[in-house]
């Protein structure tokens, strides 16, 4: 047959095979609860996934820990691939569906190669045993901790029923939020993934009633610890962390706001009130909360005189990145007031965009400026929900030094 022939009659032929074949069936995926877990470390972390659908077409999930619901609301299925980016931090979980079955990864699209292994099972609804094998030792309460590496002190806070454990841990710059666990027999499990972080810890309670444990964050951080009961266990006061270096009674910076212009603190804008200048990272779950709370406080008071700054501190330096990121907070949560592009994650080269203070041991860290533009306090880290009572009381200290600092008269 002469060659162009033959082409026309296979390009033909191709034509009417695919107009005969049917498009790849769209999968659905079942809705309700998944029992979730990523491989870290050689070690399993569970979680709780619940996928519902919006509508016949699209679907919406939360990520569950303990009281805490993380809305991801932007799930995608095709074919038979399901994607479900995580919140406003830029991660991911990429997975193939298999009738009740999820198997794929967790990534961090921010660092190269970072990928944990992630599968999920329709209808399971347990954290780390379906039943106990052993009775359960009793470890709710409060225990004095000690992280390897740590040279301060940390607060375990744990509840208890029956075998189901909740609670977190304190630490001078912030706590591990909402993590939900086991106990069987003499050991203990813990564990949350909040969509940019997965923390895991487990220990055995010794024969002298201390805890002896390890922690595993993420693809490669591990350390151990060591906890003793404790019910007057403290954390170091964290308006006393960090602080104006002597000689200095105010701060100054110039960043860039989201629209690439450059603002500094002494601009007319900000003089004559009261500015908390707020250190996070769109990254930090931690930093998170302190948003979602400042947010909600300052929809009921931004009449007043007063204005919050976010300096953001993202994981590139990158400002088209991070302003991509920022943007996308401020979507997700509703937040009103300021965004500044400040550096990076990098604590030593935060350190440096202020250096007034001592150093930048913690994102968050808050600093409350008076109406005369004068420091009167910076508060490291933040306790968030997760922590009962200690979050209760952080709202209340706040709320007394934002009363107090907004009565005051701004010298003329």
């Not at 935060?350 to 910076?378: C, E, Q, W, Y």
């Amino acid at each position: 047959m002469n060659p162009l022939k033959s082409f026309i009659y296979g390009i033909i032929s191709f034509f009417l095979i695919s107009a005969c074949q049917s498009p790849a069936p769209e999968e659905t995926i079942p809705t309700g609860i998944w029992r979730a877990t990523l491989t870290l470390q050689g070690e399993t972390l569970p979680f709780t996934l619940e996928i519902l659908a919006n509508d016949s077409a699209t679907y919406k999930g939360y990520l569950k820990n303990g009281e805490e619901r993380i809305l991801i609301d932007e799930i995608t299925v095709r074919g038979d691939s399901i994607l479900m980016p995580m919140l406003f931090f830029d991660t991911e979980i990429a997975a193939r569906i298999n009738g009740d079955q999820l198997q794929g990864t967790w990534t961090k699209n921010y660092v190269e190669g970072y990928a944990l292994p992630f599968a999920a099972t329709y209808g399971e609804n347990y954290r780390f045993i379906k039943t106990a094998a052993e009775e359960p030792a009793q470890i709710a309460g409060k225990w004095a901790t000690r992280f390897e590496g740590d040279s301060i002190i940390s607060v375990g806070i744990f509840e208890q029923n029956g075998n189901h454990l909740t609670g977190s841990f304190l630490t001078a710059t912030g706590d591990y939020r909402f993590l939900e666990g086991n106990v069987e027999g003499n050991r203990m499990m813990l564990s949350t993934f909040d969509g940019e972080h997965a923390y895991l810890f487990k220990a055995t309670l010794q024969e002298d009633g201390t805890l002896q444990g390890d922690y595993w964050s993420g693809k490669s951080y591990h350390t151990t610890w060591t906890a003793q009961r404790d019910e007057e266990a403290s954390l170091p006061d964290p308006d006393e962390l960090t602080f104006l270096k002597e000689g200095y009674d105010r701060i100054d910076f110039t960043f860039p706001n989201l629209e690439g212009e450059m603002i500094s603190l002494n601009d007319p804008r900000y003089q004559h009130k009261v500015v908390i200048v707020q250190l996070f990272g769109t990254w930090c779950p931690n930093c998170m909360d302190e948003t979602r709370f400042y947010a909600d406080w300052y929809r009921k008071h931004q009449e007043e005189d007063v204005a919050i700054i976010g300096l953001a501190y993202e994981r590139k330096d990158d400002f088209d990145y991070a302003r991509s990121r920022v943007q996308k907070m401020i979507s997700k949560l509703g937040v009103d007031y300021d965004f500044l592009i400040a550096g990076t994650s990098d604590k030593e080269a935060a350190a440096k965009t202020l250096p007034m203070l001592n150093h930048v041991m913690s994102f968050p860290t808050s600093i409350f400026i008076d109406k005369n533009g004068k420091v009167r306090n910076i508060h490291t880290g933040f306790s968030g929900p997760g922590t009962g009572v200690y979050y209760e009381r952080y709202v209340e200290e706040f709320n007394e030094l934002m009363d107090k600092l907004l009565a005051e008269e701004a010298e003329s």
